[in-house]
Each structure stands twice: as structure tokens, then as C-alpha cells.
């Protein structure tokens, strides 16, 4: 049989294929963008096999036919998460000799380029320069466009992705345009924009009924996180019900696991425990090769488990910091993240990002090893906008502000967010956050009085959030401890000093204190800055002169 045969037969009805497939050889290669549709997910899932069958033939026998099938399946492959098998399959075709037209190759390598930067971030732009250089010297702009659009997980620069989304639809590859915008509409979400963002109405504009389907705004999201910000969280998760009931957007995967999240992000905030264990169950019936997100899926299936206190798998821990900054796609995946491992949190990724994302990082990997210092400017930014997890960023700021001595001021904030969450219902606060704002309110009243506490408290419960976190702002100037001196440290870096006196290391004192070795050094940094001294024996002769109280 040759080339041409194995192909026909791949795109038709014959024995080689355990359903049924159009007759049409090029049924593959035709369908584009399309490939999401009800007819033709369902068809590439059930035959996978068979296609991987074929392709795998096709590499040896034809190159051609080979570069056609990969870059057909290469939105398929990208958003079914199966990055190790794609890898496997095209390794050959891409970094071997070009055995095939350079032109063929350069198209080729632009469409896998999202697969590639995923897995080899590394090798991908020298292998995407050349695709581009090839594309532009043969005048093929689609595959230009496709290697200039490389990563979407950055800073994204509104104006450029805006017009390369237009070109990607006047050039027909929705798909890409529809990644475009939906990153446009994810930062403008990220950064407080809220569901009627630009970015979200030039999607609506540029995009047709399919595009929708595939991801463009996805207004059943948006409109979700839209209610929230309006406090109105129980018909958020209503509206995501009726999300989860539609078949067409569980084709998706990437839309799968949105729809994953939110089955158990909702009904969390809420206290829905049958909410919980219902989406739990149907993402364990949801047969599908998560790739790099299986961690999330997993974590999600087993929510009801570990919220019971069962130990988070191994698997959870290892992937936290390979995920990088798609863990803020949003807020389930890092709130998540933070209640079951805690200060064990990914850092901050080294390429560029948006300041929102790294913000987010930061603070809470800092909140988490009781980095009060680095974590606090991060929260008052991450505070100020009007998004679902607003009420998660207050409470960290007036966490944070109790032990520098702003008792009042975190008093204020707690009775904001308190009323908030009253008057919503959402009841859930990750356990380190929840045991913190505890112990904040003891140490008020104990400093307060519980009458001044209370009134205090009420002052609070008259604001907005908004309010509040500009009330926030203002209050983190006004300082209850002076600036230098030994009256100057906070409790946390007393503890530290405590421990230099019985001559721990750093790494031993990180270890008894919850916190990495770099933030204990962080803490003597500022120690000596606010003593005037240059050395940790400088510190332990003046700390033996004093009384350090427990």
C-alpha cells in the first residue's frame, strides 16, 4: 500500500478505522480550525490510535504526507495536554535533516511552535528564527504570524496581539486567533478589567459562533467571575452549572478543565460539599491525557480527599513549579495550590510576566514563609482590583499588618472582609490564611481590648472592599513601631535573633521556624540594617546584652 493509500484509508470508512470517518482524503487537512467541533473531536478521539498508527507509517514513507498530518493535529495535540506522545511522533520529522521542502518544514515547525516552547523552551526560538526566516522569504505570512505569536503567557502588549489576532483571522487560522484573544481577555481579567473588557468585546467582534466554541471570551466564564465581583457569588456557581451541562463545551479540553475548576472552586467559596463531591466525580469519569495539567486534574478528583486531610499526592508537589504561571490562569489553581502545600508554592517565573502574576507569586510564597517584608507592597497592589479573590489578598494584607503593629488598621480590614463574606456566603479561607487571621485577632484584642476590637470591626463592616483596600494603602504608612532600634523589629525577625543567640545556622533556623534559608537571610538583612550592625557576631554579643523575651 502506498503513501497516498495509508492516507485515504486513515480518512475513510475501512477496517484500519473503528469508526466512521468522511470519505473525503482530505478531511483532516481541511478541517483547521474546526478541529474542536462535536463531529470532529469526536472522531480524533476515537481513532487516535489509528491516526498515531498512520503517522508513524507516514514518517517513513512519506515526509509530505507526514508534515501534513502533524500540522493538521498540532491544535489537537495542544490542547489535549499530550505533549510527551506529540514529542514522540514528531521528533523525527522536525530535528532530523529536512527531508522535505523548507518551506513544508518552516509551516510545520511554526504550528507545533506552542508545543515545542512547552516542552524544549531552551532549543524552540533557534528552530522558530529559522522557520520565520524561511516562511518570509517564501512570503508565507500564516506561518510568520504563527512564529511571532510563540508564547502567550507573558506581559502581553494589547495593541500587537489585538492586530495579530486580526491577521490570524484574515489569514483563516482562527485557532490562533482565538488563543490571542482569550490571553487578551485572561489579563484584562487578571488585572481587574472585569468581563466587559476590551479585549473581550473585540473577541466577540472578530469572532464567529465556532470561535466561541473554541474559547473566544468565553462568556459563560467571564460572566461567572463578572458576578462575583458584584459579591454575587451564588449565581456565579448557578451559571456554571448550566455550563457544565452543555455537552459542546466539555469538547474542549482546555475549556474541560476550566470547567473542572470552576465545578469545585465555586461550590468551595461556598461550602457546597455535595457540589464538591459531584464535580470531583464527574472529572473522574472524564476520560482524557491531561499532560502537564494532570496534577490539576488529579488534585480536582481527589478535592473531597484531601480537603478531609488526606496527604497530597507526590506528583501534586513535583509539577508545582514546572506549571509556572498557568497556575494563576486563575485563582483556583494557586488558592488551591496554597491550602495543600503550603509554603512549598512555585516561584515567580525569570522570564517576563505580568506584574499581576508576579505579584501573586510573591506574595504568597512570602505570606506562606512569614515574609512579612516582601509580602506586604505585593498585596497592597494585588488588593486594589475588584476580582473574585479580592476578599484572599485584603485578608493577607491585614494579616501581615497586625504584627508590624497597624492593630487598628487590620482590625478595619477584617470587619470589611468579614461583612463581605456574610453578605455573599462564601465561607472558605485556605488553612494557613484562616489560622493566621485567628491568631491576628487575638493578638488585636489582646492589644485592643475586646470593646475597642468590636468597634473597631464595625468600622470595617461599613466598607466596600474597595474601600477597604484603599483604606489599606493609606494605613501601611502609619508605622507602630519606629524605624531603627531594637523597638524597630518585628516579632518574626525577634524570633529569628532569638535563634542566632543559640547559634543555629540559617538552614537550622529556617527548619524551626517554617521558612527557607534565603528568607531567614532576608530577615538578618533587615535586622542589621535597622541596628546598624554588619555581622551576625555583632549581633549575638549586642542580643546577649539584652533581654529578648519569649
Not at 507573558?154 to 500587537?160: E, F, I, L, R
Not at 494532570?294 to 486531610?309: E, Q, R, S, V
Not at 506562606?368 to 507592597?377: Q, S, Y
Request: charged share 20%.
Amino acid at each position: 500500500m502506498n503513501a497516498n493509500a495509508v492516507h485515504s484509508s486513515l480518512l475513510s470508512n475501512s477496517p484500519m478505522m473503528p469508526c466512521r470517518w468522511p470519505r473525503s482524503r482530505g478531511w483532516l487537512l481541511a478541517v483547521g480550525p474546526d478541529w474542536s467541533s462535536d463531529e470532529a473531536c469526536s472522531l480524533i478521539d476515537a481513532s487516535y490510535p489509528n491516526v498515531r498508527t498512520a503517522l508513524r507509517w507516514l514518517i517513513v514513507m512519506d515526509r509530505e504526507a507526514a508534515h501534513d498530518m502533524i500540522e493538521a493535529l498540532a491544535a489537537y495535540w495542544y490542547m489535549s495536554g499530550a505533549i510527551t506522545d506529540v514529542l514522540s511522533l514528531s521528533d523525527e520529522v522536525l530535528d532530523g535533516e529536512l527531508e522535505v521542502r523548507p518551506a513544508r518544514w518552516a509551516r510545520t515547525t511554526a504550528a507545533m511552535a506552542s508545543i515545542l516552547w512547552l516542552a524544549r523552551r531552551a532549543r524552540t526560538p533557534e528552530l522558530i528564527e529559522q522557520a520565520s526566516a524561511i516562511a518570509s522569504k517564501g512570503g508565507d505570512d500564516l506561518t510568520v504570524l504563527r512564529c511571532e505569536v510563540l508564547d502567550l503567557r507573558g506581559d502581553p502588549d494589547v495593541s500587537q496581539l489585538t492586530d495579530q489576532a486580526e491577521r490570524a483571522m484574515t489569514q483563516g487560522d482562527r485557532y490562533l486567533a482565538v488563543r490571542i484573544l482569550h490571553t487578551l481577555a485572561l489579563f484584562d481579567y487578571l488585572r481587574g478589567e472585569g468581563a466587559a473588557s476590551p479585549a473581550e468585546r473585540r473577541a466577540r467582534e472578530l469572532g464567529d459562533q465556532r470561535g466561541r466554541e473554541l474559547g473566544v471570551g468565553q462568556s459563560w466564564l467571564w460572566s461567572a467571575r463578572a458576578m462575583c465581583t458584584a459579591g454575587d457569588y451564588r449565581g456565579a456557581w448557578a451559571l456554571q452549572r448550566d455550563a457544565r451541562s452543555s455537552p459542546q463545551l466539555w469538547r474542549t479540553p482546555h475549556t474541560a478543565l476550566y470547567l473542572m475548576l470552576d465545578g469545585v472552586w465555586f461550590p468551595l467559596l461556598l461550602g457546597d460539599h455535595d457540589g464538591i463531591a459531584s464535580a470531583a466525580a464527574d472529572t473522574k469519569t472524564l476520560r482524557r491525557d491531561w499532560g502537564r495539567h494532570h496534577p490539576l486534574a488529579a488534585m480536582i478528583a481527589d478535592l473531597p480527599a484531601l480537603l478531609a486531610g488526606a496527604e497530597p499526592p507526590p506528583s501534586l508537589r513535583s509539577a508545582s513549579d514546572s506549571l509556572g504561571t498557568v497556575l494563576l490562569s486563575f485563582p483556583p489553581m494557586l488558592w488551591l495550590l496554597f491550602e495543600f502545600l503550603g509554603p512549598v508554592l512555585p516561584r515567580a517565573s525569570d522570564r517576563p510576566a505580568a506584574d499581576v502574576i508576579v505579584d501573586a507569586f510573591t506574595a504568597t510564597r512570602s505570606f506562606a514563609e512569614g515574609d512579612v517584608h516582601h509580602a506586604e507592597p505585593a498585596l497592597v497592589r494585588l488588593a486594589a482590583f475588584p476580582r473574585e479573590d479580592q476578599h484572599f489578598w485584603l485578608t493577607m494584607l491585614a494579616t501581615c499588618a497586625a504584627p508590624r503593629g497597624a492593630l487598628p488598621a487590620a482590625a478595619r480590614v477584617f470587619g470589611s472582609v468579614e461583612a463581605f463574606m456574610s453578605a455573599t456566603g462564601v465561607t472558605w479561607l485556605p488553612t494557613v490564611l484562616r489560622d493566621r487571621r485567628t491568631a491576628a485577632l487575638t493578638a488585636c484584642a489582646a492589644e485592643l481590648g475586646e470593646e475597642p476590637l468590636r468597634a473597631l470591626l464595625a468600622e470595617g463592616a461599613a466598607m466596600s472592599l474597595a474601600e477597604a483596600a484603599a483604606y489599606a494603602s493609606r494605613a501601611r504608612n502609619v508605622r507602630g513601631r519606629p524605624p531603627f532600634g531594637w523597638d524597630s523589629l518585628t516579632p518574626t525577625e525577634l524570633d529569628v535573633v532569638r535563634r542566632v543567640t543559640e547559634g543555629l545556622s540559617n538552614a537550622q533556623i529556617g527548619a524551626t521556624l517554617f521558612m527557607s534559608t534565603a528568607t531567614v537571610k532576608t530577615h538578618l538583612t533587615h535586622v542589621y540594617t535597622k541596628l546598624g550592625i554588619a555581622t551576625r557576631t555583632e549581633l549575638a554579643a549586642d542580643a546577649a546584652r539584652r533581654t529578648l523575651g519569649d
